[in-house]
């Protein structure tokens, strides 16, 4: 099925507006490389002063900024380990001016050395496979929260939203990372913070980095590979997401503000039917299982004819709401942003405040963040420099749980109550809410629930790290590092007791309060020295600490006085209390080593020890290290002369890094209080411990090639990969007389291979003042179960199926063959693959994939003139197979829901009818007619429900213009004035039949995501 959502033409109209004035701006390029010897230096930072636009110097060294205002600019140039440099130019108007940088080296400032991870970025990845997304790209995206800038835009990371619901975050999957029993997810670390993202909200999608403003955001990195990431060792084996706020500079203060506005509206996947079409189909499927179990139609059966019986249960059909109208509206979305940002040559500071305010579709559901950042860098003397970074962040979400059907999801019902229900029975009146029979199948009326609940979650963040930079004697130079993460965060959920579900105990209460605080500290010692100017060896070591802890507390209550008693004291009957305590701590050693000739050949190795309080004391430490290398062919004299290749750089890494990411106590035995006898408390053990449990292994290979041909014009990478995950955590069976059904041991294998490619092109480059660039990435990936508990070639861990030699996590169901055309009666296939009337036999049911798809990734273009920049951006996922459980409630005939409007014409009616879909069959009104004469359930899982759930998606459309510098100079100290409109989801291209196509598995009435227009201004003074 294709779905074009209307709004697109929108979007494309924006993509073809003609005649707007053109502002004054010209481009500036050049190449940035060491005075010394003439080689690139790929990753300098290249700004202009006065506008606080800039671009970082690609592989070969070049850099190029567009849009630059016409007229005298000031550049400056900045990379680790060498001095800075500052020029002035004059910028053409619609034309370009080229400015080469020679930087030299010994005398660089210890602020430009100060970065979020053990040592300088350019060092890190110089090896490694990466994938970075800058801070202009986070800009861009409409996203509450940043990581999501990285959906589509870096290779080899699968990012996936969690939800629509105002606030949500994104699941990121680095490289097909995958584990049984422990977690997939990648270390997060904000400046040198390392964050704990677990979500610790019970009533909404709750993500620790929506607290961080994405406007704030210098870069995000995303460390692949094992020389990439295994400094970090035994929290790596998911990939490592490097987090840089921006900082401060010296110079004139600037002042930047930025503000959007706009609406937010629901993607509505399928239409429901109305009220008569319901009810002919609920008499339809009457009649149809009376025939099939009575033999004889329900006139005769019950004595009036079915559509009375059924009008009479379900009608009137003088009722026909609208449910999706009256859950769903059209939000208004809006933020508000404002920076500061200057210093002198000894202190620099960036300081910004922020305020988000986000309706959801749904009614009464929002988001709001308010936040405040500061970072400083100081130089006391020349050879210290200190730094603290600090975010306080206050978030908070109103509104829905996403998953769930009847109680907790608003957009499951939206879709499934009939139509011949009303919202009130006298308007207006919550206790006269929908309360509807037979077998109370809605007693949950979702406008009220939304009206008159309350489902209130708010959370305080501060974030915070202190810094100290020593420029020791002989080439030696040392780092501090203290940083801390600390959450607050509480819940109210409050049922109103004049609501029918609620009335029969006087309302409910529930409170909860929970405290995270995770810290870690760090110090290393680093050398770096060149001999003879072409021998250069680095090296760095170091210790860290790490600890988290969590408490928690809730209580709740029923029996309200009424809906003006909202605290748990005015509850006639406390009904529970709860509360834990729970904390890990890890202390690690690491060090690294390269050695790199003439910026040609580079070898190195990184070795780490990580010990963990999660694994059992037989196993608490782990070693982790990788070697790893590069060659730069083209430093080599054979391609000196050619003006194709500009970069060429072949990579090769192996390494062994871990999995720390299960629960706290899992490796221990463990007990808890089991009530009391005789007024005497008790305990009792549940889980029996594994002193040798530990870490989940990855072993990593990859080789990969950076290219860049005609002077920068074609630029990226190509990488191949294999990761065996061995170690695997899997729990082993125990005879019954032991007391305990399992115990999690290390065994197994489940192997990783894939193909990561991103491409960068200039297509025209200021070709009369136009500029057009494409980016383009797409990744390959498959995955293979290599071995599992000995003497089972299978495991089943929530529903997913393992098994040796087969994909990782897949789905497992009997196949559907269609309706049976002489009948109706749905079909299915046996083991043998014959028909049959049987779809509930576990001997027929076959492998069908899984929820991993076969590539993914994205592509967008950006199209500049003078002062106009339109951009499109796509993202895609294809080769998934998903159980869609929504599809099963909206086709299924015997539950007395709404179906889906596609069931009008495409299900089957007569004798002869060819079609996927069968008869309407099945009731509720009397005993035996939900099921056919022979017992078969009507409602089976089987590959019927199963959906290609692959996409392709216009993520993004955004158009921009800058007023020409000519008009925003007479304006006093007013720098630049952008406006701009974009629009998000605009369109999607899927076969899939759910509310979206990208939040897939076995949830019900997932919060889709919504479709948003804004339009926006950014000024700089």
Known sequence: MKRLIPSVVFGLALLLLPGLAWAQQGTVTGTVTEAETGNPLPGATVQIVDEGSGAASDAEGQYRIAGVPAGEQTLRVSFVGYQAQERTVNVPEGGTVRVNFQLQ???????????????????????????????ESIETADLTSAEGALQGRASGVRVTSLGGQPGSGFSIQVRGALSVNAGSDPLYIVDG???????NLDLANGNPLSTINPGNIESIQVLKDAAAASIYGAQAANGVVVIETK???????????STKLGSVSNIEPYGVMDSEQYLNFRAEALDNASREN????????????????????????SINTDWTDQVFREGFTQSYNLSLRGGSDDTQFYISGNFTRDEGQVIDSNFRRGGLRLNLNHQPADFLNLSAKTNLSTTRYQGTISDGPFINSPFWAAYNIPPTSPVYTTPGDPSTALNLTPNSTFSYNPVAQEKFNTRESSANTITSNVTANWDLPAEFAARTFAGVQYVDTKEFDYGDPRLPPNAGFGGEGFNSTQRDITFNVSQTLSYENTFASVNTISALAGAEIKRNREQFTSGSGEGFPNELFRTLASAANPTDVSSFSTQYRQISYFGNATYTFDNTYQIGGTLRRDANSRFGVDNQSGIFGTVSGF??????????????????????SYGVTGNSDIGNFQSRQQFSGSGEYNGTPGIRPTALGNPSLTWEEKVSTNVGLDYGFFGGRITGSVDVFRDDREELLLFRDLSLDSGFGSYLDNVGEIRVEGLDFSVSTINLNDWNGLTWETNFNISFQRTEVRSLLPGDDEVTSGGDVYRVGEPAAQLRYTRYAGANPANGRPMYLDANGDLTYVGNDPDNEKLIGNLQPDFYGGFGNTISYKGLQVSAFFQYDYGRKTLNNDRFFADVGYFPYNKAERLVDNRWKEPGDVTESPAAFGSLLASG??????????????????????????????????LPKSLTETVGSLRNVTVFVQGSNLATWTNYTGPDPELVGTGLGNYPQARTLTAGLDLGL
């Open 193 to 199: 913070v390392q964050i704990n993202k677990e979500n």
């Open 105 to 135: 080296t010994g005398e660089a400032q210890l602020e430009e050395v100060t970065v979020s991870a053990y040592r300088p970025e350019t060092d890190r990845v110089a090896t490694g496979a990466d994938a970075t997304v800058s801070g």
């Open 631 to 652: 060659w730069r062919i083209s430093n080599e004299s054979f391609l000196e002369d050619t003006d194709v290749i500009s970069n060429l750089k072949l990579r090769a």
């Open 294 to 317: 009575l033999g004889i139609p329900a006139s005769v059966a019950f004595g009036s004819d079915p559509q009375t019986i059924v009008n009479g249960a379900f009608g009137p059909d």
């Open 247 to 257: 900082e401060g500079r010296s110079g004139d203060t600037q002042i930047n503000f």
């Open 929 to 962: 007619l939900d099921t056919y004469a022979d017992g078969t359930d009507p409602g089976i899982f089987t590959t019927r429900f199963v959906e290609n759930a692959s996409y392709i998606r216009l993520k993004e459309v955004k158009v921009s213009y800058t």
